[in-house]
């Protein structure tokens, strides 16, 4: 069975409703920047493969993209050094800790899976380029095409997680000491916060998403933006590892690869259908946006968009728009 009505716009204007009285969960401030959001922010967008974009609430406001930067820096270093050598470098087993745990495989001491900080930390590691600068633009650059739009890096966001990330840089010395990343620290945690600091808003954030499940193309530009033949790598690690230590969970309850960020964003993919982005800065205890995981709950949910549906209404959804 058909959802009841297949539009999307009515689906998506009814789920922000339904969660816009919701006021659970803190906004993080241990990156005191971020802690300067509205914590009522609330933003829903759906992006389909075909072009068609639906939004509800804030969907322009800005906030930096923070953790929703690793699958797609992980996917540029899947296409600049192949699976074995970033394979070299960071794993893909999820490791049901917290994203900034302190820790590395006991056997191999890479770091468990590029969705946690030590793996997206050793990831910018080996996107950096020659100087700093030249690694953040092409980092940027690639985000740009992936939105559609010119995009900038909040500095203000990036003094401040650079100034209270000692935590990251204990992880990324402790790689150094395992031989996982090379000793331009400062440079490789200048790549990783400046990632982490990109702006972007909901819209974007849906139609970087909806790149992935649209096999790297752009549907709204239709540019080529992503190497086709990573993306399921990409997917893959976003499955089980996007949501740390929630990931099994959300794979039970949601069944799309998604990655969340502490600034409040979070978006999932429906392969080949759909990119999901929703804005939300009150985050649950592990970091991840409260309404967030609500409403990527209730979208599945009604649309039938996980992965093992049995109905399978996600696996032809833009067909039944159409
Ligand atoms: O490394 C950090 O602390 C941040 N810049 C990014 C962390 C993050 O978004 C974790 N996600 N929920």
Redesign the pocket.
Known sequence: MMPDALNIQDIVEVTYEKFSHVHDGEV?T??PELGKVDPNDFAICVAAVDGQVFSAGDWNKEF?I???CKPFAYQMALEELGRDRTLLHVGVEPSGEA??SIELDPLTKRPFNPMV?AG?IAVASLIKKDSKVAGARAFVERMQLAAGRNLKIDASVLAS?SSS?N??RAIAYLMLNFGIIDEDVSHTLHQ??SQ??LLVNCRDLALMAATLANMGTNPVTREPVFDFQYIKDVLAVMFTCGL?DHAGEWAYRVGLPAK????GGLLAVVNRQLGIAVYSPR?DA???SVRGILVCKELANRLGLHAFEFTNVGSSFVQAMM
């Open positions: 993080a241990y990156i930096t923070q953790s929703v994203f900034n900080n997206a997680e990330g935590r990251n990783y916060f982490c600091s740390y969340s960020g502490v600034g985050l592990k970091g991840n």
